[in-house]
């Protein structure tokens, strides 16, 4: 499936800013299963500094300063993408990855092989996934067994969550602690995939968070809004011998083809889509705006972002 994303960043200043500095992750990745066909970043106004290489997680980040008094800042990445997840790993593969237990996973974690060492760092505490108290390991030790296969027990644990946990869109930030989400067990696809992840490092595992958009489907009958769709995350847990393998908490599935992965890294805070620094007083607001669709064209009333006004945080 080949689809065209437009993810839209506006900020809105009262006091305007005289100097920013920002990080931007929103290429998507070119790995196996999915292809990038084309990118464009637009960013309003023009940058005085900018530049693009890859972070320390293989994540394509682009770097910007603007220096003038400006009052808003318009950031629109514009992707073609073609996903095809039957291109990644064979069925013979796939049945010997969900056969390994969790104490043949652990042991074979001890290896020194390149791609062990390189999964070995999900297994440390990360800035937003820390302090991983005893209630997440309990909830974890519910699913994961010593002798029980690894994806057997993620993918369980993937069904709790998205049955224990409510999806409240008013309830968490980017700075509520997952002890907190764990004890009210409510909060958006970012906090599912944390405490997911806290669940697998808990027992040793090695697990990441991807960042990303899923496409979402209008009702029977009904036309495609723009601004829909929105920024989304889920998580993936390495299986030695086979390689990591994704879960959506928020929607109960493995990802397939609706899903595009953007960055991976440790936590939200290694993948945010936009952060950065700036000189200024007074308020701001935030709009943004995500549409995937198949690839088919968008005409000029589509390519009006800003009459979508409201943050996406699924």
Not at 96 to 107: A, M, N, P
């Amino acid at each position: 499936m080949l689809y065209k994303v437009i993810h839209s960043t506006i900020y809105d200043y009262d006091e305007g800013v005289t100097f920013c500095h920002n990080i931007a992750i929103l290429k998507p990745k070119d790995i196996a299963g999915q292809r990038l066909v084309d990118y464009q970043l637009e960013i309003s106004p023009k940058p005085t500094e900018f530049s693009e290489k890859e972070d320390f997680f293989g994540n394509t980040i682009t770097r910007f300063s603007i220096q003038e008094h400006h009052k808003q800042l318009k950031v629109i990445a514009t992707s073609k993408v073609n996903r095809d997840v039957s291109t990644c790993k064979n069925i013979q593969d796939a049945e010997v990855g969900k056969r390994i237990t969790l104490s043949e996973t652990l042991e074979l974690l001890k290896g020194v092989s390149d791609e062990i060492l390189d999964a070995r760092q999900y297994q440390l505490e990360s800035i937003l996934i820390n302090n991983i108290n005893e209630d997440i390991k309990k909830y974890a030790l519910e699913s994961f067994k010593p002798d029980r296969s690894v994806f057997e027990a993620s993918f369980e644990l993937m069904q709790r969550i998205f049955k224990d946990f409510e999806f409240n869109t008013t309830f968490s930030n980017v700075a509520t602690p997952i002890s907190e989400v764990m004890k009210e067990k409510k909060g958006v696809c970012q906090d599912f995939a944390q405490i997911a992840i806290a669940c697998l490092r808990s027992v040793n595992l090695p697990a990441r968070y991807i960042s990303g958009y899923i496409e979402t489907l209008p009702p029977p009958g009904k036309e495609k809004l723009i601004g829909t769709d929105a920024s989304h995350a889920w998580f993936s847990v390495y299986i030695p011998t086979f390689g990591w393998v994704d879960f959506d908490p928020t929607n109960n599935q493995i990802p397939k083809d609706q899903h595009i992965i953007v960055a991976w890294g440790r936590d939200y805070y290694d993948v945010a889509p936009l952060k950065g620094v700036l000189y200024s007083s007074g308020m701001s607001t935030l709009s943004v705006s995500v549409d995937i669709r198949p690839d088919g064209g968008y005409n000029q009333t589509e390519l009006k972002f800003q009459q979508s006004q409201s943050q996406s945080q699924q």
